[in-house]
């Protein structure tokens, strides 16, 4: 990435204030594992949140889980993860480098091959004569090479589990066990938010595909005749968004603007129940302040081995185009079926409208957490160039010896402000002493604590001039930064500075809370 690129401006803020940074910098890092600092840890910990409180607390319909990360192998045999969850790999006979062929033709040849055969894309390597792009030494032939991470349990080598590649298959493995103990009726949701691990071939843009990772996931469980019987339909149903239609991408359109109702009437979307889950991740997403999206249809060559039909969340981002933000899918029946045959368990639901039992169909809201981190610090990114008030005057000046001064440029300060919602914000509040003396430190300390009680994301900061302060925060996202001066001593008000219109009000220090939302 340039210097000068937005993306790498926004990933410099993320190491310099400690949002996130490359895991073990100290030995030389861990490509593809990542750490967060205080302020991504807060961030990242409100993004969670919203979501869960969204999706699980405030529905009827949702069981909430958090499953174990290790996970036993004949999971992932049944659902296909063991023979299926495979990258394309190549490697340099030379040196011996190794990368994902899919990325290498995207990089070389700037077309999306996402999801083709091994053979179509030897077929690209050799028309295109496409060498190691560290040494042009020649290339292997594409063969598949599986994501998930294997590790050793107790003391034996023979016993073995995965790391979960995703969150979903803990859900389908706990599937009847919560239905019944959360006495549920179709349809109802299992969601989890936790950490999920792929070994990703070329680990690359940040945190964008990383190896360990968070994922927020929905199970949600169908009676397989009723995918439009779906009573938020309506509610939804005149949203609009823009979609990218499998039609569209043949003929490099990106997208046009549509509503859940028209997409359903024209069978773009197949079923009520997926448009209305689109639309509720859209919606989340617009409360978070993320709106530069659209959704994109997976073509046929593209979809996963348990997918009917999926649709992805894209955003547009500066320097990558659109990519991929989360993804929803219909997963039919593909992964109960499969546990049922593997464990020999019955996973049917007894359906008391119908007398039926049926094994439910799943829709999948698929979040990704780091993704979505990354996304809305990019999104929230913004660099202001100020000119110094000192240069007004500097024409009329003069040197010791009478002469007049020759004009310099002054340099021009940029400043960086994160946008943040307030919901997301790691910090809600900063409160400043305008001076430590005069007792408006014990003063701002005693605002300071009060707040605390109430809003626990508030810090405390007296070093450095007021500005200063300010542009600390600015670059933290923080919405509402609280000045205690002489005339707090007197009225008992304080400034209160918001982000971003930079205006500034006085308030009352008992009406504080009330002044600022998140
Ligand atoms: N259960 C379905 C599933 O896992 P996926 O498209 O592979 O589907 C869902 O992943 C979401 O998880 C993605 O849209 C993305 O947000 C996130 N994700 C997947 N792989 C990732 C990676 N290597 N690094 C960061 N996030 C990732």
């Given at each position: 990435m340039p210097e000068d690129s937005k993306i790498q401006k926004t990933i410099n803020l993320c190491v310099r204030r400690g949002f996130v940074f490359p895991s073990a910098e100290i030995y030389g890092s861990f490509g593809g594992f990542f750490d967060y600092g205080p302020a991504g840890a807060e961030l990242k910990a409100n993004v969670r949140q919203s979501w869960w409180r969204r999706f699980?607390?405030?529905?009827?319909d949702m069981l909430g889980l958090d499953g174990a990360v290790l996970t036993h192998p004949r999971i992932w045999k049944a659902s296909g993860h063991v023979d299926a969850f495979n990258d394309p790999l190549v490697q340099c006979q030379k040196c011996k480098h190794r990368f994902r062929a899919d990325h290498l033709i995207e990089q070389e040849l700037h077309e999306s091959v996402d999801g083709i055969s091994e053979a179509k894309l030897n077929e690209l390597f050799k028309k295109h004569k496409l060498a190691c792009p560290d040494c042009k030494g020649a290339l292997s032939e594409a063969k598949k090479f599986n994501l998930m991470f294997k590790t050793s349990v107790g003391a034996t080598e023979d016993n073995y589990a995965y790391l979960r590649p995703e969150t979903a298959q803990v859900i389908f493995a706990n599937f009847k066990y919560l239905q019944q103990i959360g006495r549920k009726a179709l349809p109802f949701g299992i969601a989890q938010a936790g950490r999920s691990f792929r070994n990703e071939i070329s680990p690359r843009n940040f945190v964008f595909r990383g190896r360990e990772f968070e994922q927020m996931e929905i199970e949600f469980f169908l009676h397989p005749d009723k995918l439009d019987d779906c009573p938020d339909f309506d509610r939804i149903s005149k949203h609009k968004a823009l979609f990218c239609t499998e039609a569209d991408q043949k003929t490099g359109h990106t997208g046009h603007e549509m509503s859940f109702g028209d997409a359903v009437k024209k069978k773009i979307i197949q079923t009520r129940w997926h448009a209305y889950w689109l639309a509720e991740a859209l919606d989340w997403f617009a409360g978070l302040g993320l709106t530069k999206v659209r959704l994109r249809q997976h073509r046929s060559d593209e979809?996963?081995?348990?997918?009917?039909e999926t649709w992805d969340v894209e955003y547009d981002y500066p320097e990558w185009g659109w990519k991929e933000l989360m993804g929803i899918a219909n997963r039919t029946d593909f992964d109960l079926l499969a546990h049922a045959k593997e464990s020999g368990k019955d996973m049917t639901v007894f359906d008391e409208a119908t007398k039926q039992k049926v094994v439910p169909h799943v829709i999948e809201p698929s979040f990704g957490l780091d993704r979505l981190v990354f996304t809305l610090l990019l999104d929230a990114f913004e660099e202001k160039k100020d000119a110094p008030k000192a240069a007004a005057n500097e024409g009329n000046s003069a040197n010791a010896d009478g002469k007049a001064r020759k004009p310099t440029t002054p340099a021009v300060e940029v400043k960086t402000i994160l946008h943040l919602s307030p919901i997301v914000a790691p910090i809600k509040v900063a409160v400043f002493p305008l001076m430590k003396k005069d007792g408006l430190g014990e003063k701002a300390w005693d605002v300071y604590t009060a707040l605390k009680k109430t809003l626990p994301q508030s810090v405390y900061d007296e070093s450095g001039s007021i500005g200063k302060r300010y542009a600390r925060q600015d670059e933290l996202g923080t919405p509402y930064c609280i000045t205690v001066d002489h005339q707090t001593l007197e009225d008992g008000t304080v400034t209160l500075r918001e982000r971003d219109s930079g205006g500034q009000t006085r308030v009352k220090m008992d009406k504080i809370a009330d002044a600022i939302d998140g």
């Open positions: 699980v607390q405030n529905r009827e979809l996963s081995h348990y997918a009917k």
